[in-house]
């Protein structure tokens, strides 16, 4: 799903990594943001110290639902620096 950045890995090692910094603020994310229905975390990293955690919540909406991914990206201080929601909507559930 993310991939836009040229080098950039999944780490194999999730959950144990990354670190507390991250783990802590990624988690008050979804508590502050109501992130309910949590179909998976993942984290990625390139090689210059950038990190992101990828968040993928399913959420009813009408006679639907929407599929919205929450992309929180982390210098190499492990300070976030941006925040991203892609969304669609699928039907055919």
């Known amino acids: 799903m993310f991939d836009e950045r040229p080098g950039t890995t999944q780490s194999k090692e999730f959950p144990h990594?990354?670190?507390k910094l991250i783990t802590a603020?990624?988690?008050s994310y979804i508590q502050?943001?109501?992130v309910a229905s949590i179909l998976?975390?993942?984290f990625y990293q390139?090689?210059?110290g950038w990190h992101a955690i990828q968040i993928n919540e399913l959420v009813n909406v009408g006679n639907g639902r929407k599929w919205l991914?929450?992309?929180l990206e982390y210098d190499k201080s492990d300070v976030r620096i941006k925040v991203r929601q892609i969304s669609w909507t699928d039907r055919s559930f």
């Open 25 to 27: 603020d990624y988690q």
């Open 17 to 19: 990594y990354p670190d």
């Open 69 to 71: 991914v929450h992309i």
């Open 32 to 34: 502050s943001n109501k």
């Open 40 to 42: 998976g975390v993942r």
């Open 46 to 48: 390139d090689g210059t």
